[in-house]
C-alpha cells in the first residue's frame, strides 16, 4: 500500500466507531473479574503497615483453623523460595524483611473471598522495625540510611526498552553505598564554554510527586493448573509475554509450560504489566487448584507501581538572539524499593527536544521505602518536559520573543542529533508548531482578566518491534485476523480497517481474535506507542497475500489478466464487467476444497520496521485564577499533534483528548502523599483526587498528518504523547494570569493564592 497521505482509501482515514463499542456499553464484554472458574480457590493478602520493617514471626494457627481456610503461606512455603527479589514482581511475598508499606507478607487462600479475608484477619505477625527512607529528600540524604548497603539486586525484566529506553552514554554504580544506585551520564560539547558565551542564564529546581495511573479496575490474576505440570493465566495486562517470561522463570518452568490469556482490560496506561502474576501462579502450582486473587482498590494504590517521584535541577543559557546555547541538568528519580530506570528516558527529552550544543546531564535512579515505580503513558516525559518548557517559558519572556517563536527558531528536527548520538529519523516538530500559530485560540489571543494562556510542546520517540499476523478468509466469506498485540487503545478497530482496505472487503466482515501467548503471533508489549505502527504491517502483508492468491485463482476463472482484476466490498469482478462478479466466499470455498488452488485462504505476515516515528506535540491551555481563592480553572485547551496519518481518526482525537486530560490532571491534582514516616495518606479515590467531567474542559483535538518515511501507511504512534506538554502548559498559562512561575506539581490552590500575597 502507497505510505503517502495523498492516497486515497475507502476506509482508512474514516471516522468509524470502535469494533468492541456496544459490547462494553451494553456490558457484554467478560473481564477477568467475571471469570468462574470450577473449583477456584480465592487468595487475600496480609500486607505489610510498615514502610521497613523485619519480620520477626508470623503466627498462623489461628488462620489456619478458620473454616474455609485452605492454606496460608509465607514466602518459604511456595516454589519461589529460593529465587533473589529483584523487582516488585519477583516480590512474591516478603523474606526476612519488608521494604514498603504494603508489600505482600503472607497469602491466605480460601474457598471463599470472605474466608480467606477471616484468615488475613486472624494472623499475627511480628515486626521489629527499621529507619524508613520516605521521599528523594530522606534517600539524599548523607544522614540517611541506607536501603541496599551490600547492592541493589537488578531486575531481570527491562520495560523501559518498551517504551523506547534509549542507550546510557556513561552509567555508574555508587563506589560507595548509597541510595543512588545508578547515574547515567550524558554530555555535548563544554557546557561551561556554552554558559560563558550565555547573554541570559536561568537556573532552578522543579518537583513533580508520584502519580498513580488511575486505571478503573484494579489489578486482577487467575492462574490454573494446565495438563500435568503446566500453568493457564487469565490476566488484565498489557504484556502477556512478559508475564509469562516471568511466571516460567520464579517457577523454574519452561517457556511452554506456562500460557498467558489477555483478557479485556479495564484502563492500564502503563501500571499493567506485570504484578500479580507470579504469586497466584506459584499457589495454583503448589496446590495444583484454580486460584483467584484480586485487589481492592486501597491494596491497589499501596501495592502496585506508580510514576516515579521526580526532582529536576535545571540551568539553561541562550544568546540575546534567541539562540539556547547551554543545558546542565540534574535528575532524580524516586524509584521505591527497586531499581526502575526511567531516568533516560527524561534525560533524554530534555536534551534532545531542542538544538543546544552544550550540555551536561547527570540522571539519578534513587531507592526509597516506597512501592517500586512503573511506566505511566510516556513515562518520565510530562516531568522532564515540565520543567523544560516553563524554563522556555521563562526564557523567552526575558529575551522579549514571542514564546512559540522561540520554540520554533530551536526545534530540533528530523536528523538533528539527539544526546544519545542517534539522529531523530524524522520529527515534524516545527510543522506542528507552525500548526498552533495558525489556530485562533493562539493567533487572535489576548489579556483577559485574570486569565492567561500557556503554550508548551513535547516529543516522543515512540517505539517499534517485530510483530506477525495472521489473516484467513472463511468459505462464508466472513474473514478471521488473528494477533497477539492486546487492545488497551482501540487499535483493534484500526487493524479491521487496514485489512478490510487491503483485502477489499466491507469492515464488517473482518473479526480480530487476540490470541494467548501459545497460538497468538508474536506482537509487542503494548505500550511505548508502537502497537499498531509495529502490527499494521504485518496485517497489510498477510492480507496483501491472500489478495493475491484471489487474484490468482479470479485471473484463472475469468480468463483475463491479473491486473485487470479488482475486489471490492468481498466481490471479485474483472474491471468494468462487475455485473458477473463472483463472491469472495466462493473463492475461498473453492480453496478449501478442490485439488490445486493452494489449500484455505490463509497468509501469515510479518513485519519488522527498524526505524521509529518520533512524533511532536504542542499544547495550549487558557485558564482563569481567582485571585481570592486561588483556584485555577481550565476554560480551553487544545491539542495539536503529528500522527503520521490517521486510520481512524474518531479514536485518534479520542486518545488525544484522554491523554490531554491525564496531563491536565498531573499538573493540577494528582499526588500521592506520604507522611514523614513514609505512609501512604492517599490510597483510595476518596484520598486520591482524580478529575471529574465537570471540572474538565473541552479538548479541541488538532491532528496534523506528516507521513512517517518506514511507518506502513505512513502512520505514527498515538498513544504516549498526548499527555507530555499538559502539566507544563497549564503551568505557562498560571504564569501567563499571575506572574508566578510554578516550581512544583500539582498546582494547589491554597500554595498559589499564598504566593500571589507576595
Not at 311 to 334: F, H, P, S
Not at 644 to 658: D, K, S, T, Y
Request: aromatic letters at 4%; one cysteine or more.
Amino acid at each position: 500500500m502507497d505510505s503517502t497521505k495523498t492516497t486515497e482509501y475507502r476506509y482508512l482515514g474514516k471516522r468509524a466507531l470502535p469494533v468492541d463499542g456496544q459490547d462494553k456499553l451494553l456490558g457484554q464484554l467478560n473481564f477477568t473479574g467475571d471469570l468462574k472458574i470450577g473449583g477456584m480457590l480465592h487468595v487475600r493478602l496480609m500486607l505489610s503497615p510498615h514502610p521497613h520493617a523485619r519480620i520477626i514471626s508470623v503466627d498462623r494457627t489461628a488462620a489456619q483453623a478458620l473454616p474455609g481456610v485452605v492454606a496460608v503461606l509465607t514466602a518459604e512455603d511456595l516454589p519461589t523460595r529460593d529465587q533473589v527479589i529483584s523487582s516488585r514482581m519477583s516480590a512474591v511475598l516478603a523474606k526476612e524483611k519488608v521494604l514498603f508499606e504494603g508489600q505482600p507478607v503472607v497469602a491466605v487462600v480460601g474457598e471463599t473471598v470472605a474466608a480467606a479475608q477471616d484468615g488475613v484477619e486472624a494472623l499475627e505477625v511480628a515486626y521489629e522495625l527499621l529507619p524508613a527512607i520516605p521521599n528523594l529528600d530522606a534517600a539524599l540524604s548523607p544522614e540517611s540510611p541506607i536501603l541496599w548497603p551490600h547492592g541493589l539486586p537488578k531486575d531481570a525484566i527491562d520495560v523501559s526498552a518498551d517504551h523506547g529506553g534509549v542507550e546510557q552514554q556513561g552509567t555508574a554504580e555508587s563506589s560507595e553505598p548509597s541510595n543512588i544506585h545508578t547515574e547515567n551520564k550524558y554530555a555535548r560539547g563544554d557546557v561551561e564554554q556554552g554558559f560563558q558565551e550565555a547573554d541570559v542564564v536561568l537556573e532552578r529546581t522543579y518537583r513533580i510527586p508520584a502519580v498513580h495511573q488511575g486505571y478503573l479496575e484494579p489489578q486482577i490474576a487467575v492462574a490454573a493448573p494446565e495438563g500435568s505440570s503446566g500453568l493457564v493465566l487469565y490476566v488484565s495486562t498489557q504484556g502477556p509475554r512478559t508475564i509469562r517470561n516471568e511466571v516460567a522463570r520464579l517457577l523454574r518452568l519452561a517457556r511452554s509450560q506456562v500460557r498467558v490469556v489477555p483478557m479485556p482490560m479495564g484502563g492500564g496506561f502503563g501500571g499493567k504489566h506485570g504484578l500479580l502474576e507470579p504469586l497466584v501462579a506459584a499457589v495454583a502450582h503448589l496446590l495444583h487448584r484454580p486460584v483467584r486473587l484480586e485487589l481492592t482498590r486501597t491494596e491497589d494504590f499501596l501495592t502496585s507501581m506508580p510514576a516515579p517521584e521526580h526532582r529536576i535541577d535545571l540551568k539553561m543559557g541562550v544568546k540575546q538572539d534567541g539562540q539556547l546555547c547551554a543545558l546542565e541538568a540534574k535528575l532524580y528519580l524516586n524509584n521505591g524499593a527497586f531499581s526502575a530506570p526511567w531516568s533516560g528516558l527524561a534525560a533524554t527529552l530534555l536534551a534532545s527536544q531542542y538544538l543546544i550544543p552544550h550540555i551536561k546531564i547527570s540522571a539519578n535512579e534513587v531507592c526509597t521505602t516506597q512501592v517500586m515505580t512503573g511506566p505511566y503513558r510516556a513515562p518520565s516525559a510530562p516531568q522532564a518536559v515540565f520543567a523544560m518548557e516553563s524554563h522556555m517559558d521563562d526564557l523567552a519572556r526575558e529575551l522579549e520573543i514571542d514564546p512559540l517563536e522561540f520554540r520554533y527558531q530551536n526545534a530540533s528536527g528530523g536528523g538533528d542529533a539527539m544526546i544519545t548520538g542517534n539522529p531523530w529519523p524524522s520529527l515534524s516538530f516545527r510543522e506542528v508548531l507552525d500548526k498552533m500559530r495558525e489556530h485562533p485560540a493562539w493567533a487572535n489571543r489576548e489579556n483577559r482578566l485574570d486569565e492567561g494562556i500557556g503554550l508548551a510542546a513535547g516529543v516522543w520517540g515512540c517505539n517499534t518491534a517485530p510483530a506477525s499476523a495472521v489473516v484467513r478468509v472463511e468459505s462464508d466469506g466472513s474473514v478471521q485476523v488473528l494477533v497477539g498485540s492486546v487492545d488497551i487503545s482501540g487499535v483493534n478497530s484500526g487493524f479491521v480497517h487496514i485489512v478490510a482496505e487491503t483485502l477489499g472487503v466491507l469492515p464488517e466482515q473482518v473479526t480480530i481474535t487476540q490470541g494467548d501467548t501459545t497460538s497468538g503471533p508474536a506482537a509487542p508489549v503494548s505500550g511505548g506507542s508502537m502497537v499498531t505502527y509495529s502490527v499494521a504491517g504485518a496485517l497489510a502483508d498477510a492480507a496483501g497475500e491472500v489478495r493475491q492468491r484471489v487474484t490468482k485463482m479470479a485471473a484463472g476463472h475469468f480468463e483475463a489478466s491479473e491486473q485487470d482484476i479488482e475486489i471490492e466490498e468481498g466481490k471479485v469482478f474483472v474491471r468494468g464487467v462487475r455485473s458477473k462478479a463472483v463472491t469472495l466466499a466462493e473463492f475461498a470455498s473453492r480453496a478449501e476444497s478442490t485439488r490445486g488452488q493452494g489449500g484455505p485462504l490463509l497468509a501469515h505476515g510479518n513485519s519488522a520496521v527498524e526505524v521509529n516515528a518520533p512524533v511532536a506535540s504542542v499544547h495550549l491551555v487558557r485558564v482563569r485564577v481567582d485571585k481570592e481563592t486561588g483556584v485555577v480553572t481550565p476554560l480551553q485547551y487544545v491539542a495539536v499533534q503529528d500522527v503520521g496519518f490517521a486510520l481512524n481518526p474518531l479514536m485518534v482525537e479520542g486518545q488525544l483528548q484522554g491523554g490531554a486530560l491525564q496531563g491536565l490532571a498531573i499538573g493540577l491534582q494528582e499526588q500521592l502523599v506520604y507522611d514523614d514516616d513514609g505512609h501512604l495518606l492517599t490510597p483510595s479515590f476518596l484520598d486520591y483526587a482524580l478529575p471529574r467531567c465537570d471540572e474538565a474542559p473541552s479538548v479541541e483535538p488538532v491532528l496534523v498528518e506528516v507521513a512517517s518515511p518506514k511507518g506502513p501507511f505512513g502512520i505514527r504512534g498515538v498513544g504516549e504523547p498526548p499527555i507530555v506538554p499538559g502539566p507544563a502548559a497549564l503551568a505557562n498559562a498560571v504564569r501567563d494570569a499571575t506572574g508566578i512561575r510554578v516550581e512544583k506539581l500539582p498546582i494547589r490552590a491554597p500554595e498559589l493564592w499564598e504566593k500571589m500575597q507576595n
